[in-house]
Every structure is written in structure tokens, then in C-alpha cells.
């Protein structure tokens, strides 16, 4: 069973234009949330992330959309350049204390495509 | 600044070969995790290490033993390495809730 959901394989944007990815959830313990991005062969980078006593965090062109009562959450990117076009992750972490943090569930991931 | 170092990048296996897939983290960090990826899956937690001298499982652990060396190092083995086995394996560490820093990853066909 799948505790963390994107449900949108690939999306495709124009340069300038807003990127949404979005993420569903269905796990109530998970009270963080965070966003990577991967680029082809290499690991997944840090992009931003969310607590559940938040609703909205902003770090630059990036937003993150958490909505608890949904258990949804999206990230959107504005303006869209062609160099943000990567596999983006969704993925979630329940507070166990210290040691849980690198235990992430992530989603399958979205293909993004900005085109110039 | 190196951060958290997968070796070897690639490899190939035949079914029942044995490998160990190698993990270092300069960062410092108590906590290291190894991870695999699937297509059209996200990653999926195998093991990892809370603190040095100690190891859990995580999602998928089966046909896996982990060994984590010293603080810096933690590695994977495969005892006998299946088809199912082949995916891409990234090892991470972590400090803080935002700071899980994974490596390169190694790519791993088993034939």
C-alpha cells in the first residue's frame, strides 16, 4: 500500500509559466514533509520541506502547499526555467525522534519538463 | 566538500554472485540509510543505522545484510544476488529533518 502518492507521471511546462506537482498522502503519523529533486544519475537533492504545523512555505521561486485535513500537499515553481526540469520527489517522515530522520516514504516521483 | 560517497557506481552481477556496495559520509552525521529505486517506484528504505553499532530494517529488507563500519562508513551486501536485485541503490545520511544528503547512487544489474 502506497502511503505516499504522485499521481502525475510527467508534466510539461513553458518557460515563465507556473509548475504545480502535486502529492497525496494517507499515513496521519507523518508530520513533515519534503521535496527533492533528481537529476539523471545523480542522488536526490534537498529542495524544501514543510512541518504540519505549517500550511504554506515559501524559499524563493519555490513554494510548498501542505493541506492536512486533504492530506495533500504540492509544490509549485514560479517562474519555470528549463534548468528546474528533473524527476521531483515527494516524500514523508514520521516523528520518531532523531533516528527517523532519514526515514523518508517517498512517491514515485514526476517527471518535470520546462520547454524554452 | 565530498559529502556522502557511493562506490562502485556501476555494476553488473550474475544470479548468486555475492557484492558489497560501499557508503562514506563526511558530514559527520550519526544517522546513515541505504535506498533503493525502482522504476516508476520511489525510493524504498532497505536498512539503516541509527547511530554507530546499531542497524534496523527498513521497508525491503530481504536479501540484504548491512554493516555499519564506523561513523563515516556503512555498507550493503548482497550474499547472493538475484535478478529482482537490480535497481539503483543510494546510500544517505542525515543529521536534521532537512538535512538527509543521499550520494550518487550505484547502479546495479543482476543478470
Known amino acids: 500500500d502506497q502511503q505516499v502518492k504522485q499521481n502525475s507521471p510527467s508534466l510539461s511546462v513553458q518557460e515563465g509559466r507556473i509548475s504545480i506537482l502535486n502529492c497525496d498522502y494517507t499515513n496521519s503519523m507523518f508530520d513533515y514533509f519534503l521535496w527533492y529533486k533528481k537529476y539523471p544519475a545523480e542522488g536526490p537533492t534537498f529542495l524544501i520541506s514543510i512541518s504540519s504545523i505549517k500550511d504554506k512555505n515559501e524559499d524563493g521561486r519555490f513554494t510548498v502547499f501542505l493541506n492536512k485535513s486533504a492530506k495533500h500537499l504540492s509544490l509549485h515553481i514560479v517562474p519555470s526555467q528549463p534548468g528546474d526540469s528533473a524527476v521531483y520527489f515527494c516524500a514523508a517522515s514520521a516523528n520518531a525522534g532523531g533516528t527517523s530522520y532519514g526515514k523518508l516514504t517517498f512517491g514515485q516521483g514526476t517527471i518535470l519538463t520546462v520547454h524554452p | 566538500n565530498a559529502g556522502v560517497t557511493q562506490t562502485p557506481k556501476f555494476q553488473v552481477l550474475k544470479t548468486g554472485q555475492s557484492m558489497t556496495l560501499q557508503c562514506a559520509q563526511d558530514?559527520?552525521?550519526?544517522?546513515m540509510y541505504w535506498y533503493r529505486q525502482d522504476p516508476g517506484m520511489g525510493l524504498r528504505l532497505i536498512y539503516y543505522s541509527a547511530s554507530e553499532g546499531t542497524t534496523d530494517k527498513g521497508e525491503v529488507p530481504n536479501g540484504y545484510n548491512v554493516s555499519r563500519l564506523n561513523k563515516r562508513e556503512f555498507s550493503l551486501r548482497l550474499e547472493s544476488a538475484a535478478p529482482s536485485q537490480t535497481s539503483v541503490y543510494f546510500c544517505?545520511?542525515?543529521?536534521?529533518?532537512?538535512?538527509?544528503?543521499f550520494g550518487a547512487g550505484t547502479r546495479l544489474s543482476v543478470l
Open positions: 544517505a545520511s542525515s543529521e536534521r529533518r532537512t538535512s538527509v544528503y
Open positions: 558530514m559527520n552525521h550519526n544517522s
